[in-house]
């Protein structure tokens, strides 16, 4: 029997939660970026069984990506239709009358959408804008909002651009009617967006709730990978197969919307003296801003006094996390004060640049 091969990929990873899925992509009257790479993205998701409905307010530019497009206002059967081409194309195009007002076409079009969406029941929207994501006042991209955050959109540092808070209003009326998620991203940052952690745009959810929990063996070809991450980034120590294979065992995760991995921990016990160590712990830099490392130290914190350990402790080469650390009530100690256990095959020249905390849970 031949030996599978269990190396993880992000892009498969994802792909497995489209898989079965219908997803719509909003194409605006004139978008920039390449159709050919979005049309390499459409590729894969049609070989992965995902179908996709494209909307847009001007027929030629659906026509170079699918082979059909219907207008919604010429047929009274339209879901329906749509429907039958899905079965057979897996790709079909959706393309609304350009209904312009004095508000602008932009705004027409992002109601169509909804409208749309509402209609299909589609699991996801992409909304592709030349911009790429939503930006605060200073610029910088805003990686995650949920539905709260939109109430307050008027006050968030978003453009005051009236297109943008008509669209802002009607993706916050399609999650409160059911829509699990919607991502705004450009053209060309489709496929980071849609197929990497990472991504390149705004995933906008209806809540932004964040569960810990143990990982099951399901959980663990992602926090594998997020393990090997975090040692190329050098925020974790190189370690052999073995020691992650141990680490996965006493590991934990944290979740938003109970499906986004965003961040990983593990619990390592230290028997002989009576102590826990909070180890692999890395977050992913999308959620970074979204108080996921508290989560994971609270969750490991709580095992950890449950079990009756007497305290916990960490170590780390970057003097950001050692930051983070003091701010969840660790203590800077020096290396012999942790358990012997900890350096038992530890590399020396490693050991002279950790920052040393710990934690008494007496």
């Given at each position: 029997m031949a030996q599978r091969d269990w190396t993880f990929s992000e892009r498969e990873f994802y792909l497995?939660?489209?898989?079965?899925?219908?997803?719509?992509?909003?194409?605006?009257?004139?978008?920039?970026?390449?159709?050919?790479?979005?049309?390499?993205?459409?590729?894969?998701?049609a070989k992965n069984g995902t179908r996709c409905v494209l909307l847009s307010p001007r027929s030629d530019v659906l026509q170079p990506l699918t082979p059909t497009v219907i207008d919604p206002d010429s047929s009274a059967n339209w879901v329906g239709e749509l429907w039958r081409v899905l079965r057979q194309e897996m790709t079909a195009g959706l393309c609304f009358s350009a209904e312009v007002t004095p508000r602008g076409e932009g705004v027409a079009f992002a109601a169509q959408c909804r409208q749309a969406v509402q209609a299909l029941r589609l699991a996801?929207?992409?909304?592709?804008?030349?911009?790429?994501?939503?930006?605060?006042?200073?610029?910088?991209?805003?990686?995650?909002?949920?539905?709260?955050?939109?109430?307050?959109?008027?006050?968030?540092?978003?453009?005051?651009?009236?297109?943008?808070q008509a669209l802002l209003t009607e993706i916050?009326?399609?999650?409160?009617?059911?829509?699990?998620?919607?991502?705004?991203?450009?053209?060309?940052?489709?496929?980071?967006?849609?197929?990497?952690?990472?991504?390149?745009?705004?995933?906008?959810?209806?809540?932004?709730?964040v569960e810990?929990?143990?990982l099951g063996v399901d959980d663990f070809d992602a926090a594998a990978d997020l393990i090997a991450r975090g040692v190329e980034e050098g925020y974790l120590a190189p370690r052999s197969e073995a020691n992650v294979q141990a680490a996965l065992g006493q590991s934990f995760g944290a979740f938003i919307e109970g499906r986004y991995l965003a961040g990983i921990g593990a619990l390592v016990t230290h028997p002989e003296e009576n102590q826990g160590e909070i180890a692999s712990l890395y977050t992913l830099t999308r959620f970074l801003g979204e108080g996921v490392g508290g989560h994971l130290v609270n969750f490991a914190v709580e095992r950890a006094r449950e079990a009756g350990y007497s305290a916990v402790f960490a170590c780390t080469t970057s003097p950001r996390v050692e930051t983070f650390f003091l701010r969840q009530g660790f203590s800077a100690v020096d290396g012999d004060a942790l358990p012997a256990s900890k350096w038992?095959?530890?590399?020396?020249?490693?050991?002279?640049?950790?920052?040393?905390?710990?934690r008494s849970l007496d």
């Open positions: 497995a939660e489209f898989r079965g899925r219908t997803l719509g992509i909003a194409l605006p009257s004139s978008p920039e970026g390449s159709l050919e790479g979005l049309g390499s993205v459409l590729a894969d998701l996801k929207l992409i909304w592709i804008d030349a911009r790429g994501c939503l930006s605060d006042s200073s610029g910088k991209r805003i990686s995650l909002l949920d539905l709260s955050d939109l109430e307050q959109a008027s006050s968030s540092g978003f453009s005051a651009a009236e297109e943008d916050r009326g399609a999650l409160e009617d059911g829509l699990a998620s919607v991502n705004i991203c450009s053209m060309d940052g489709l496929a980071d967006e849609l197929f990497t952690y990472a991504g390149s745009g705004t995933l906008l959810t209806p809540e932004r709730y810990v929990r143990r038992r095959d530890y590399p020396s020249e490693r050991r002279v640049k950790l920052h040393c905390l710990a």
